[in-house]
């Protein structure tokens, strides 16, 4: 099956998402993302995610970057490579995400 690229439309909803509505909006783009088997991790509030450079994915990317409250409260980390963190940052995802860092 072809690699499906996201819509505008899809990517306008994602940049006008509600901020406080966090894993609803990554669950939907989840379902827009290619290749999920090596580049969606999930661990309770921490999302890791790599484009593979895909550039539907890195689409995604940029419909998150241009939810200004989402980036704000959520983006932790991006590296190198097309790898994303973010998470809802808590005292219980502090330990996880400083290990995660470490990779």
């Given at each position: 099956?072809?690699p499906?690229?996201?819509t505008?439309?899809?990517?306008?909803?994602?940049?006008?998402?509600?901020?406080e509505d966090f894993h609803?909006?990554?669950e939907f783009?989840?379902?827009l993302?290619?290749f999920?088997e090596?580049?969606?991790?999930?661990?309770?509030?921490i999302y890791?995610?790599?484009t593979?450079?895909?550039?539907?994915?890195?689409d995604?990317?940029?419909?998150?970057?241009?939810?200004l409250?989402?980036?704000?409260?959520?983006?932790?980390?991006?590296?190198r490579?097309?790898?994303?963190?973010?998470?809802?940052?808590n005292?219980?995802?502090?330990?996880k995400l400083?290990?995660i860092?470490?990779?």
């Amino acid at each position: 099956m072809e690699p499906r690229y996201p819509t505008e439309d899809e990517l306008e909803r994602i940049r006008k998402w509600p901020c406080e509505d966090f894993h609803s909006l990554m669950e939907f783009v989840h379902e827009l993302w290619e290749f999920k088997e090596f580049g969606w991790t999930r661990d309770g509030d921490i999302y890791i995610l790599a484009t593979g450079g895909w550039s539907g994915n890195e689409d995604l990317i940029g419909a998150l970057h241009g939810n200004l409250m989402f980036w704000s409260f959520y983006w932790e980390q991006s590296t190198r490579g097309g790898k994303h963190i973010f998470c809802n940052l808590n005292f219980e995802n502090l330990e996880k995400l400083t290990e995660i860092r470490k990779q």
